[in-house]
């Protein structure tokens, strides 16, 4: 079985992605990535790297990027910021410039030294909070820029690419792990775990998704 890198924040997205990889290729075979950049709550650092070796992964790595916050400006990376969407705007305050691009850049490098060529990321344009870099054509063209820059053979795999919020809740319940999601996850923009604070937009994206997906269920 082939190895596999997945970028790990702990959150929903990428622990449903880790998940299914480890049902997939087996823990041994699943390295998890995790990127300490300046976000508001160390916690999810943390989380990410405890959920890691509880999942027993192959290998975890932390990486720090506290550049970062020097450079661009944002509600995530900014505690004195308040979370919004200002009237007219494409892309809510939340949005990091350029992150996926330099999650995805600083992944291949790793998973390179690794010998390991493909590489898993938790972003959906389906349901998502209007972030460019959540888009299948970001991805594919991530693709391809990584095999040029480096002359290797990536695959980005970007399995809830076009999946709801809801079908994602669904995964994990065929995965037996909806309340390990619901329960040990960190989404919330609030930095609380679990059903986080409720009321900021990624608390009630998930919420909804999972009441929609709770509600389906009883009706099958």
């Given amino acids: 079985m082939k190895p596999v890198l997945v970028v790990f924040s702990g959150g929903q997205d990428s622990t449903t992605c880790l998940l299914q990889a480890i049902a997939e290729r087996g823990a041994p ?18 989380l990410a790297e405890t959920l890691a070796t509880e999942l027993g992964v192959a290998s975890h790595k932390t990486v720090s990027l506290d550049w970062y916050r020097g450079i661009t400006s944002n509600a995530l990376m900014d505690t004195n910021t ?17 992150r996926n691009a330099l999650f995805l850049l600083t992944a291949a490098i790793y998973a390179k030294s690794k010998g390991i060529l493909d590489l898993i990321i938790g972003v959906s344009e389906a349901d998502f909070s209007g972030y460019p870099d959540c888009r299948e054509v970001f991805i594919r063209s991530m693709n391809e820029t990584l095999n040029l820059a480096m002359d290797c053979t990536f695959t980005i795999h ?23 999601i619901r329960t040990r996850t960190l989404t919330c923009y609030e930095g609380i775990p679990g059903d986080g604070c409720g009321v900021c937009p990624a608390c009630k ?10 509600a389906a269920r009883s009706k099958a």
């Avoid at 994206?205 to 709770?214: D, E, P, V």
Wanted: glycine share 8%; net charge negative; no cysteine.
């Fill in 205 to 214: 994206l998930r919420a909804a998704g999972l009441a929609a997906y709770l």
């Fill in 158 to 180: 970007a399995p809830l690419q076009h999946m709801t919020k809801a079908e994602e809740w669904a995964l994990a319940d065929r995965l037996g792990k909806l309340d390990f």
């Fill in 82 to 98: 308040p979370i919004a969407q200002a009237e007219g705007a494409a892309t809510p305050n939340t949005f990091v410039e350029g």
């Fill in 29 to 46: 075979n699943v390295h998890t990535l995790t990127f300490a950049y300046g976000q508001r709550h160390a916690l999810e650092v943390q």
